[in-house]
Each structure stands twice: as C-alpha cells, then as structure tokens.
C-alpha cells in the first residue's frame, strides 16, 4: 500500500510566465493527475479570469496528463484560446484520444 | 501497513473532508494525553523507591550511629584508664613525703628540727599540704610534737582524732582521714611506718577547692574530657574532691576507674566534652541520612520520571494504534461505501436479448476509497435494436460521481429519444454546455442491429471499441469527436461497420488501456493482442480481461461486451 502510495502521488510544478505578446504561459513539468489538478486549477483560474486573448501551456517537461489535467485546460479553453507547447507523445496520445486537439492546439517547436 | 493506510486515507481528498472531524478530535486527544498525569502507579512505585532508599539510608545510619558509640565508649574507658594512671602517678607526691617524714621521727626519736627541716617544703600555699604535723603514738595523750604550716583541723576535734588515730596508728599504709569541714574543706591523711601503734605517725592536710571545682587548668592531653574525683569507691556528693563538671548528676556518656589511695581509693569519673574520636565521626550518621534522604527524593523522582514517560509512551502508543484500527477500519468502509455507490449508480442487470450475449464488467481502482467516473448502459431501443453506452467523467469522487449520474441519465434519456449515436452524442454535449462545468465526460456510444450484424458508433473523445473474430481483432475506426464538455460544439459523425458471425464487441474505458509510462497506443495494442487469445466464452473473456489488463489500479475501468450467439 506503501508503495502504491508513493506511486500515486505524482510530482507537478507549475509556474506561470508571459509571452513577448504579454499572452500568459504556465509551464507545467513532472505528472498531472487528480491527485494534484486542484493545484493546476488554482494557478489556472486567476490568468484565465483576466480574459487573456491567449493562453499557452508549456507542456515540454511534463510526462503524463490524466483526465483531471485535461479538464483544467479544457475549462480553460471555455474562455480563451489555448494551446499546448511540446506535448510529449503520452500526453499528446491522450489529447487526441479525447477529441480534444482542435480545441487544446498543440505545437510543437525544433 | 497501518502507516500506509493512514497516508492514503490523508491524501484522498474524499476521506480527509469525511474524517476531519475524527483525525482532529484524536489529535485532541493524543495532546491531551501528553499533558495527562498518570496518577497511581508511578507514584506508588516512586514512594516504594522514596522508602526503600530512605530505609536503607536509615539502616546505614543507624550502623554507623552504632560503631560511633561503640568506638567513644571504647576511647572513653581508655581515656579514663589513661588519666587514672596520671592521678595514680600523683599519690605517690603526697605519700612519699609523708613516709619521708615518718621514717626519720622513727631514726631520731622524734627530732623536731630535722622533722622541720625535711618536711618544710611541702607546706605552704602551692604546696602539696597545708599542714603537716608529728605525733607520737603510744603516749596515752593524743597530741602533735611538732606542727608546719596551719594547726590541723583534726587537732581540734579530739574525738575524731582518737577514733581516726586508733584505726590508723595500726596500719602501715596512708590512712585518709576523709574531708574535714572547716573554714575551708580539709582532706587529712596519716602514714607511720611500725604499724603496731608506736613511734611517731606523720599526719597531713590539704586544701580543697572550696565549691569543689578545680581551678586547676586541665591538662592538655585530657581537654577533651570532664571529671569529678570522689574520694573512696562510690559517688556520694558530699565525698566529691573535685570536678570540672558544672552539672550533677553526670549525664550521658561516661566511665570511672577507681584508683588505690591509701586505705581507700579515689573514684574517677569522666565524660566527654567532645566526640573523641573526632567531629566528622560524630556527624557522619546525620551525613549519611541527608545524603540517603537527597538520593532517595532524587530516585524517586527520577522513578517517577521514568514511570510518567513509560505510561506517556504506553498511551500514546495505544491511541495510535487505535486510530490507525479506526483509519482502517474507516477506510474499509469508505471502500464499501464508495463501490456501494458505484453499483448503485450502473445497472443492476443487463437486459437479456436473443442472439446477442451481453456481459460487463466493473473495476474500481485500488485505491477503492473514491467513487468512480465510469459507467455503462445496454438500452434496449426494439427487439432487434440496441445502444451500448460507455463513458468516463473526468476526476473521482462524489462530484465526479454526481456528474457522471447525471451524464449517464440524459444519455439513457436522448438515446430513448432518438437512439442514433451521434444525436445522442450531439444531444448530450448541448446539455452539459448549458451551464457552467469544470469537468468532461469521455463517452461511446454503439447502436447494434442484431440481425443485420451491423454496428453504428459515435464517439465523444473516447477509445474505439474492440471487434473479435477469431483469432483476428481490430479496433473501428472512428472519426474523431471532442469529449462531451469541451466547448465550441461541434457535430458527432457516425460509423458504421459489419460485425461478423459470432463476433465479438467490447467497449471499455481507458482504465483498460492507460498506463502512466506509455501512450494510448501501446495499450490498445496489448488489449488487442490479449483478447485474441481467448477463445471461450464472453463470460470467459470479460474475466481474463480483467485479470490481465485491469491490475494498473489507478483509475477505475469499466468493460461492456457483446457477443453475437451465431
């Protein structure tokens, strides 16, 4: 059960920035799942509520997503536009499992 | 075990709201129990230590207390042998001259010059006597030939002098006339050297202290002791010579030596002024019970200590052993609260159709305390018609839980209505983006026509299902739909495919598939390489699926499966 545990507890940080356009990007590293998208929604929440023309999430160091994850960016996506930079191929397996890359716009840059 | 499971439930977002309350009211009690005084047992067993100690002190004490007395009785009746031996040593200053003085009356038929001339420097003040004086025995008149110094005492009592000569003149040792009250006290003593009453018996007198105390400094050698000198064997007062003792009768400690004077003695009486055997001795058994008494309240405290810290642990350990049995036992019925839930929450039974096996299957996830978001519905739209829905709200718990209840009854009740996929897909997305959500639901959507082995499918963001014939399998391709509550709606599009004979389809969520470590891929393709290798019944192949592919244990999965009968 121990062990379990620590496995569940995925490690996430977050941290917000700005864009050269002054759009808002919150980069998101380590796993996102229902045991910390709580914490994904807070820092989301206040930068989504400015009614930025643009939102990015800067996904290059973040290994896994869960449905709780995607359901942050998805609110998100009610009231902005956003996009995901560097999906990797999980997290981009599972945003297009869902249907949901025509509205979670990922790129990818070299 | 008991720490993991206290962990988990702290974690769980579901069980840490439910049992605050609990966790907080123990934690009152765990802080309050550090605070308690465990009264009875520590303290008793600090008053057993507190006792024995002081005993033993006491004990120890005692002993020396013991040996202390001993030894100062031991040192007294040597201290009092030693200056009996000095006064003995003096005797011989007041005999010997008076024998001086016998012998040459004796030589000189009583010569009164040389008698003089000898005996004079004994007499006088600072002088052995105060009188000195020469009778001749055997006369018939008692009266002294020659007197030095004061006319003696006895001289003047005629009475006393007869009864005193009469026993004296007939002894050749110093016969002591006792103390003779005078002006001043007058010890008389006689020595003549015949013995058979004739020639001559020198008698003398000395002085003593008037209130019987010695003014005499005591000597150095015996400072530390009091004496009184009675004169013959006993302690009668009024035969008291001397003393330095302000108090009689004598107390405490005490010892005397009797030393031959004459024809009677000299009594020694001495006491000490001090511990003889010096002032450490004498405190050390009051040392010994003060130390005995500061190591017993130390023990004892130190007992008590320990004894407080012991039962402390003691309860502390048995409050968290409680708490982790109640989290345990909290936790298990969370778990069976949760899966009650859950069961409530999917069909009780699949509806039983001819031709077609229907089978599903429901997992939680191991961690078993939340309730799920997935769930599935066999709808039976007419008799050769019917709608397989699965799907998957995002998050777990009791909001999830909600949501999903409400998903699942607008998707029974659009499929009622109109129970093509994509319209129930289209209606169901339209009704959850009515209002503000800040979750999405997963959801496939199957329309079988059982005779036509023909199969429609829809899907709002969830996985393909699975087609088995045989020993080949293949996921149906399907185009592409958002996940139902994802905005900007767009319009669900259909597939349809043929189903062979006796195949096989199976629905499921992505429990099944989804691993951490991997994409979405390498899972389908393991479901997909597992399910071909059973052949057997549907029953059979829901079962090993389960067994085989469902044991991630993160999230809940949900499998449906149909089976046409031929």
């Known amino acids: ?110 | 075990m008991d720490l993991g499971s206290d962990a988990k439930s702290a974690s769980v977002p579901t069980i840490a709201s439910r049992s605050g309350r609990f966790i907080g009211r123990k934690h009152a009690d765990a802080s309050r129990l550090m605070g308690a005084i465990p009264r009875g047992r520590a303290p008793r067993l600090a008053a057993v230590v507190l006792v024995s100690v002081l005993v033993v002190a006491l004990a120890l004490a005692w002993t020396a207390r013991s040996l202390y007395e001993h030894n100062e009785d031991r040192l007294l009746d040597s201290r009092v042998r030693e200056l009996g031996l000095v006064l003995a040593g003096a005797v011989p200053a007041i005999q010997t001259p008076l024998a001086s003085g016998a012998a040459l009356a004796d030589a000189t038929n009583g010569d009164p010059q040389k008698f003089r001339t000898l005996m004079a420097p004994y007499v006088g003040l600072g002088r052995p006597f105060t009188s000195v004086s020469l009778w001749p025995l055997g006369t018939g008149r008692l009266a002294p030939r020659v007197v030095l110094g004061s006319p003696p005492v006895l001289a003047s009592r005629p009475s006393e002098a007869r009864a005193f000569f009469a026993k004296a003149e007939r002894s050749r040792v110093l016969s002591v006339a006792g103390i003779l009250e005078a002006k001043t006290r007058i010890l008389g003593y006689e020595l003549n050297s015949s013995g058979d009453g004739s020639g001559f018996a020198v008698y003398a007198e000395s002085a003593l202290p008037n209130d019987r105390r010695s003014t005499r400094a005591s000597m150095a050698a015996f400072s530390d002791l009091n004496y009184a000198i009675y004169l013959g064997r006993t302690r009668r007062p009024e035969e008291l010579l001397a003393t330095n003792i302000q108090g009689f009768p004598i107390h405490g400690r005490q010892a005397s030596s009797a030393v031959p004077f004459g024809n009677t003695a000299l009594l020694l009486v001495v006491t000490p002024n001090r511990s003889l055997s010096g002032s450490v001795f004498d405190r050390l058994p009051w040392i010994i019970v003060g130390v005995g008494l500061l190591l017993a309240l130390g023990a004892a405290a130190m007992t008590d200590r320990l004894a407080r810290r012991r039962h402390q642990a003691e309860q502390l350990a048995g409050t968290l052993n409680r708490i982790a049995a109640e989290n345990r036992e909290l936790y298990t019925e969370q778990r069976s609260i949760a899966q009650s839930l859950q069961h409530a929450l999917l069909p009780e039974a699949l509806p039983a159709l001819p031709g077609l096996d229907v089978s599903a299957r429901y997992v939680p996830a191991a961690s078993g305390v939340e309730v799920g978001g997935d769930w599935y519905d066999v709808v039976v739209a007419d008799d050769r018609h019917v709608v397989l829905v699965i799907g998957d709200v995002s998050g777990h718990g009791l909001d999830a839980a909600v949501t999903m209840a409400s998903v699942r009854h607008a998707a029974l009740a659009y499929a009622a209505q109109d129970a093509r996929p994509a319209s129930v897909l289209t209606n169901l997305a339209a009704f959850v983006n009515r209002s503000p959500h800040d979750y999405f639901a997963t959801v496939l959507c199957a329309l079988i026509d059982i005779d036509a082995y023909r199969v429609t499918v829809a899907t709002a963001g969830h996985p393909p299902p699975l087609v088995i014939d045989g020993d080949q399998s293949w996921f149906v391709e399907l185009a592409p739909g958002p996940a139902i509550g994802a905005p900007h709606h767009i319009a669900y599009q259909e597939t349809t495919v043929s189903a062979p004979s006796r195949a096989t389809l199976v629905a499921f969520t992505d429990g099944l598939i989804e691993r951490r470590e991997e994409t979405l891929g390498v899972g389908l393709a393991r479901l997909r390489d597992t399910a071909i290798t059973q052949p057997g019944s549907l029953e059979g192949l829901m079962e090993t699926l389960v067994r085989e592919l469902a044991t991630d244990g993160r999230d809940d999965t949900a499998i449906l499966g149909v089976r046409w009968q031929s």
């Open chain 1, 1 to 110: 059960m121990a062990e379990l545990e620590d496995d569940l507890s995925g490690e996430v940080t977050i941290a917000t920035e700005v864009d050269a356009a002054g759009d808002p990007i919150v980069v998101v590293s380590g796993e996102i799942d229902m045991s910390n998208a709580s914490a994904l929604s807070a820092a989301v929440a206040p930068i989504a509520a400015t009614r930025p023309s643009r939102l990015t999430f800067d996904l290059t160091g973040l290994r896994f997503i869960d449905s709780a994850g995607i359901a942050v960016m998805l609110t998100a996506a009610a009231t902005t536009t956003v996009s995901l930079r560097n999906p990797s191929a999980i997290v981009r397996s599972v945003i297009e499992a869902t249907g949901l890359s025509t509205i979670l716009h990922m790129a990818s840059e070299s």
